[in-house]
């Protein structure tokens, strides 16, 4: 049997009760950080402008678009949501997809949940099979499909929205294999863009197209039924080797989206682990600027192939700057939200601070490691080495991490029993049958 149809029937036959507790609450942290990053991001400029143009079209009011006060059509909440989610580029990570996995995924999956009144163990499946497709196809297909300079979040992205909107419809084995063909024909996006609102656009655009495909697909609209492993499939014209060896093996027991790890800092992946050891480095010494001569950080190459920008100029581009991310993190001891706009990057000391720090690359290191090298006007030399993967194994520390977080970014826009009724609401969406609260929740600033 081809890969596409044994994926297809795999998503199908997926239920709730075959996922292991572990993977429910992960599921539920996914959650939890989408939400928290798209309240947070649902007002910046890209994402106004992509509301303004597509309320031009009209659409009936069928799903919530988080934090702007109405509803939309199913499609605009969908791509809008998935942009809001992606606006700051302080969504989830998962390493083998090498991609952002909740933001093209969630939205859709909201989407249709809410519109059709699902339970809360509906969505929470959906989410899961559609964080899985896309996680275990970023297996598959990276790292060279990575390489080749696609933005996995954008291309992958669109077949974890098609299972998620598959399970949701209870499509068939069939129609899933031709919504899962949709996607792959239409996936998308180049990492050119990183540093522009088009990053993210790529996350909504996943959402929103996928949403529409397995729509098409349970109307049965075809497509073809060999997309990931045809000779002009997927696999082949996007990625230079595919191991397709383990896509389904363990399928039900071993979950790739166990692995899904939480930003901490507002900035692109690849300056976490850097950002991590400058504040650590700081703290331990207490260190200021004008005790620091130089920075000496070493990280992966993919590191410094993603965040090229030396001296930025907007606050996007700040978030693809190693550079202004090491010093950002130097001087003010921190790496939010606020600290990637426009404003702060022409600011004297982060600008002279850019100039203090040399990046280099190291073969031995991976995505979310580097090595950090201070040295101080006494003459020390200070040294800490990151592993974030390392440092993000305990299920019950993520929680706890992604609540403080959510906690954080939603502290300037809900009220303390508004935060509270969300994170709570999450917490047992296993045991509701009405969605209906959380889309109030989300649905008002």
Same mark, same amino acid.
């Given at each position: ?331 003010? @001891?921190?790496? =939010?939200?606020? &600290?990637?706009? +426009? /404003? ?5 000391? $982060?600008? %002279? *601070?850019?100039? #203090? ?63 509270? @009724?969300?994170? =709570?609401?999450? &917490?047992?969406? +296993? /045991? ?5 609260? $959380?889309? %109030? *929740?989300?649905? #008002?600033?």
């Amino acid at each position: 049997m081809r890969e596409t149809e044994r994926l297809a029937e795999a998503i199908s036959d997926l239920r709730y009760h075959n996922l292991p507790s572990d993977v429910v609450e992960t599921a539920k942290v996914c959650l939890l950080d989408l939400l928290g990053v798209t309240l947070a991001g649902a007002h910046e400029p890209l994402v106004d402008i992509l509301d303004i143009v597509l309320s031009g079209f009209g659409g009936e009011p069928q799903a919530t678009l988080v934090g702007r006060g109405r509803k939309v059509s199913l499609l605009h909440a969908a791509l809008v949501n998935g942009a809001a989610a992606h606006a700051l580029d302080f969504d989830d990570m998962h390493l083998a997809m090498a991609g952002h996995p909740s933001a093209p995924v969630a939205p859709a999956a909201l989407a249709v949940a809410e519109f059709q009144r699902r339970s809360g163990r509906d969505l929470l499946l959906a989410f899961a099979v559609g964080l899985e497709v896309e996680c275990r196809l970023g297996e598959a297909v990276n790292p060279s499909h990575y390489d080749r300079g696609w933005h996995a979040t954008g291309t992958l992205g669109h077949f974890g929205a098609a299972a998620a909107v598959a399970s949701l419809l209870g499509l068939s084995p069939i129609q899933t294999s031709h919504a899962l063909g949709l996607a792959g024909t239409q996936a998308s996006g180049l990492k050119e863009v990183f540093g522009t609102m088009t990053k993210p656009f790529h996350a909504g655009r996943a959402s929103a197209d996928r949403l529409l495909a397995a729509l098409l697909a349970a109307q049965e609209f075809t497509s073809a039924p060999n997309i990931l492993e045809g000779e002009r499939g997927f696999g082949r014209v996007l990625a230079d080797k595919v191991d397709w060896d383990n896509l389904l093996s363990g399928w039900g027991d071993r979950f790739s989206l166990r692995e899904i790890l939480f930003k901490q800092y507002a900035s692109a992946f690849c300056t976490q682990a850097l950002v991590d050891g400058i504040l650590t480095l700081r703290v331990r010494h207490g260190l200021s600027a004008d005790a620091v001569v130089g920075i000496r950080v070493a990280v992966s190459r993919l590191s410094v192939e993603n965040a090229p920008v030396g001296e930025p100029i907007t606050g996007l581009e700040g978030k693809f700057s190693l550079t202004h991310a090491a010093a950002q993190a130097l001087a003010e @001891g921190h790496a =939010d939200e606020a &600290d990637f706009v +426009d /404003g702060k990057m022409a600011n004297p000391l $982060l600008a %002279s *601070l850019r100039r #203090r720090v040399q990046i280099t690359t190291d073969a031995n290191l991976g995505w979310p490691e580097a090595t950090v090298e201070i040295q101080t006007t006494d003459g020390r030399c200070l040294v800490e080495r990151v592993d974030l993967q390392a440092k993000a194994v305990d299920l019950a520390a993520k929680r706890s991490a992604v609540q403080a977080k959510f906690r954080n970014l939603t502290g300037s826009l809900l009220a303390p029993e508004h935060q509270s @009724g969300i994170l =709570d609401f999450v &917490d047992r969406l +296993d /045991g509701t049958d009405d969605l209906g609260p $959380l889309f %109030s *929740l989300l649905e #008002r600033l």
